[in-house]
Each structure stands twice: as C-alpha cells, then as structure tokens.
C-alpha cells in the first residue's frame, strides 16, 4: 500500500524528493501518512479533495484482497 500511494504522490508534485509516506499497521488496519512539500498540498488535495479522495480510493481497492481497513492521512 505504502508504494502505491508514493508512486502516485510522485506523479503529482513538483518536488517529488520530499514526499515521505510512512506506514502503521494494527491487525485489522493499515494507517498511512502522506507527507509533501507546502507547496503541493494543493496538487495533492485538488478541487473538492477530488484528488485527495481518488487516491483514497485506489489504495482501499488495493487493500480488499487483503481485507483490511486503509486510512489515509495527508499532511505538509
């Protein structure tokens, strides 16, 4: 989960040597901790948090055959 979610962070920014994702897991969840430069905060979150939740999206469909919960934070 932790690299789907780095890869697509990278694709969106301009600094993409300061994005960090780091990961928590308990048995039933995984938390996951976006973090990226303050200046692309926005291209990360998008209109609405349309990208923000897209991103969400595709790491909790990643996360059914594993059957557990995905949280995914973002933060400057």
Do not use: F, W
Request: aromatic fraction near 0%; avoid cysteine; hydrophobic fraction near 45%.
């Amino acid at each position: 989960m932790k690299d789907v979610v780095e890869v697509m962070a990278k694709a969106l920014v301009d600094r993409p040597d300061q994005v960090i994702v780091s990961q928590t897991e308990t048995e039933k969840s995984i938390h996951l901790q976006l973090t990226v430069a303050p200046e692309d905060m926005g291209k990360v979150i998008g209109k609405q948090g349309k990208i923000a939740n897209a991103i969400r999206t595709v790491v909790k469909a990643a996360a059914v055959k594993d059957g557990r919960r995905v949280i995914v934070d973002i933060d400057q």
